[in-house]
């Protein structure tokens, strides 16, 4: 249990969450690759290559210089895309893909921290169209997320405007305790990959979910709880635990997800142009 509510007259608190793997069992950008290319936004090609990243990822087995290389590929993936397009595509099928893949451990623990008088903040190098909805979803009350630039005309330019990864998750929420009056030493951070470990020692409570074989070792020789998701669950079956409505999720920061959740889109947008021929 995380403990009694928090003493108001203290100052605040909050809890951060990393999304993938944390939150939810798989990849929330690459999940959504088929719906992208129903709409026309990637082709069969791309479909297959994100299919194998994911793979990758459920198996722990993407390094850092794989994420970049990812992390390049899906920023030039979606350059061109329509940001509105993408945001009805995530709109359309996030209860269908993401509902069935949240963690109820993880679920949970935001309850409870909601309970206890905390803030609770989502972190992920996804991008903030896929990001924010899933944040919503879940009731957080602030999202971290990649965010892509977007040009005049509405399309994503393939650059990287902010990314949400490694050192730049622990300055963002630095900066969010600097705005919001958070004591860091009583904040709570949770995480499965050892490129968060900036993030984790940057809280006075931080936590290994679903440990990486190197966030796993740091965590042993730090002596971090090391918490196993395994029960992913429907959020409406249970309910009521999780019927306070949600807190609008304030967007903190977000890109280079942008540009994965792009890479979803666009799998959704061929689809949906295959449909239509």
Known sequence: MLGLVENHSLPRTAAFFDLDKTVIAKSSTLTFSKSFYQGGLINRRAVLRTAYAQFVFMAGGADHDQMERMRAYLSALCRGWNV??????????LHDLIDPIIYDEAASLIEEHHTAGRDVVIVSTSGAEVVEPIGELLGADRVVATRMVVGEDGCFTGEVEYYAYGPTKAEAVKELAA???YDLGRCYAYSDSATDVPMLEAVGHPHAVNPD????REALARSWPILDFHRPVRLKQRLPALSVPPRPALVAAAAIGAAAAT????????????TVM
């Open 213 to 216: 074989r190197a966030l796993r």
């Open 179 to 181: 705005s919001e009056g």
């Open 263 to 274: 890479a979803g889109l666009v799998w959704y947008a061929s689809k949906r142009r295959a």
């Open 84 to 93: 509105q397009q993408v945001k009805e595509i995530v709109a359309e099928t």
